[in-house]
């Protein structure tokens, strides 16, 4: 969806320099019409995305379960990886990642792997963690687990607690 904002910002762009060089207004509204649909789609990729929506939520999230007032995601057993593979990274919306990146929430890393989990994932099943606060993870080039998806549930709870 990125992919295409991008595009019509280049074309509004693409259209503002013949808006400039031959003084023809058309040229200058087609530039903003491209401005005023690249918006329009990101409005609405934001709406079909935001938080808390039921649809967006039962597309990610196989099982959930409900502990101290706060949604905690249980991954399905088939989503874990075997303990040999890494498991994929979680993809984080950019507006969740300016969340995640003010948050001091402790998450958990091991050794010589590059993921940072929830103290609950099914991954780390009997391995030796390392706690670091989500923000020191995120600096030291560490990504988040796909398994039990750290970001959203941290950005999830920040929202609700905030």
Not at 109 to 137: F, I, K, N
Not at 140 to 145: A, D, H, I, K, Y
């Amino acid at each position: 969806m990125l992919f295409v904002v991008l595009l019509l910002v280049l074309a509004a762009l693409g259209l503002l320099v013949p808006a400039l060089t031959t003084s023809n207004t058309i040229w200058a509204w087609s530039s903003v019409g491209a401005s005023v649909l690249a918006a329009l789609v990101l409005a609405w990729d934001w709406w079909r995305r935001r938080p808390g929506d039921p649809a967006a939520d039962a597309q990610s999230v196989d099982q959930q379960a409900v502990a101290d007032d706060q949604r905690v995601v249980v991954p399905a057993e088939a989503d874990t990886p075997p303990a040999d593979e890494e498991p994929p990274e979680e993809d984080t919306d950019a507006a969740d990642l300016l969340v995640v990146a003010d948050l001091v929430d402790e998450v958990r890393v091991l050794d010589e792997r590059p993921r940072y989990h929830l103290s609950s994932c099914s991954w780390l099943a009997g391995r030796p963690t390392l706690g670091l606060p989500v923000q020191e993870a995120r600096q030291l080039q560490f990504t988040p687990c796909a398994v039990c998806t750290p970001d959203a549930v941290l950005v999830r709870r920040s929202r609700t607690s905030g």
